[in-house]
């Protein structure tokens, strides 16, 4: 029995187009004795119908149609049915009707009459030939899946060598950054101690200097000046004392009132520049592991810089939710914005904008809130102000 390759119980189907009655019934007949499954239609609407329904691997097509002529019935055939080969029946042997048909995608032209022999022969060869094309666009499909594959894989690796790429480079970054800041702890604790020793002298001959006037203009510049050493002497206890404090982490930090606590701060400098504070909490948030100590110095150095870009009735937002298990702030001014050229490096050490700013408030909070897995970057910048977003996760 002839068979599909690869399936050992379905019979060829042939769809046979003939206007001619003992042509249908003759062929059927041998197409059966010979393992086919033959189908037989006298009109090509009928078996264009056929076609579309039992999707034969043969048809077997007249060149000469009433309802149809062959060559637009063999065009609708290739078109619609792309796996059914035709071969093409005609009792008009011309060489210029051979060419024609082949041309439109007949796959064999036959002549009649035919013997028996020679049209299963002829068949036999259509099926190894459709066989083996068949296999080939199957394997082009695969060789188009594969480079799809392929090309997919590329795009994946290209994307992964820059995320790990812009990871080395952040890592860089914050390698460079935690040498400044060592430095930065060398050297403040060297200068303390050398700027100490001038400024005890200073104090002790203004004091004296107090001793011998009476002058009340003198008296006043002296004051102010032992006013200004103290407030000096301070700001070196204070750098002291942050690099020698040990840190106290605990996991139940609600930074609302961690908040709270760092504009209470700065109340008569808001109070005197009739600044509005808009406190946006959403929700209470979930507690963060943290020292409170050090995250109220993040909100401070923000505040402070907040402050310093706003004029007299400025407006102060701070917002406060919580999405994805991670607790967000966004703290945003009335200010005139950071220069589009100073963005890239707010955050890097002793870099600043401000004639007597140290640059080092913005990178100090941006590396405590990265030691508690947390961010802060700046969300937007324009005239109208700039907002920063930090996020911490939230305790589970």
Known sequence: MLTESGSQNKKVSVVIIDDDRNILELTSLILSRHGFQPYITSRVHDGLELISSISPELVLLDYMMPDMDGLSALQQIKSRFSDTYVVMLTGKGSEEVA???????????????????????????VLKIRAIELHNRELQKQQEQLLYEIEHWNLELQKRVREKSEALQRAQEEIAQSEKFAAMGYLSAGVAHEIRNP????????QLMGQTTTEPDQLEYQAKILKEVDRIDSIIRKLLDSSRRTRVITSNVQINQVIDSAIEAFSPQIEIR??????????????????????????????????????????????????????????GDSGTGIAMDALPSIFEPFFSTKNRGTGMGLPVAQRIARMYEGSMEVECSSSAGTIFRLEFPACS
């Open 99 to 125: 060419v024609e048909s082949i041309k439109n995608g007949a796959s064999e032209y036959i002549l009649k009459p035919f013997n028996n022999r020679n049209l299963i022969k002829r068949l036999e060869n």
């Open 274 to 331: 009739k600044i509005h504070v808009d406190r946006l909490y959403r929700c209470i948030p979930s507690p963060i592991t943290a020292d409170p100590t050090e995250l109220e110095q993040v909100f401070t150095n923000l505040f402070l810089n907040a402050l310093d870009a706003m004029s007299i009735g400025g407006r102060l937002a701070i917002e406060v939710f919580e999405k994805d298990g991670r607790v967000i702030v966004r703290v």
């Open 199 to 206: 400024l005890n002298s200073i104090s002790l001959f203004i």
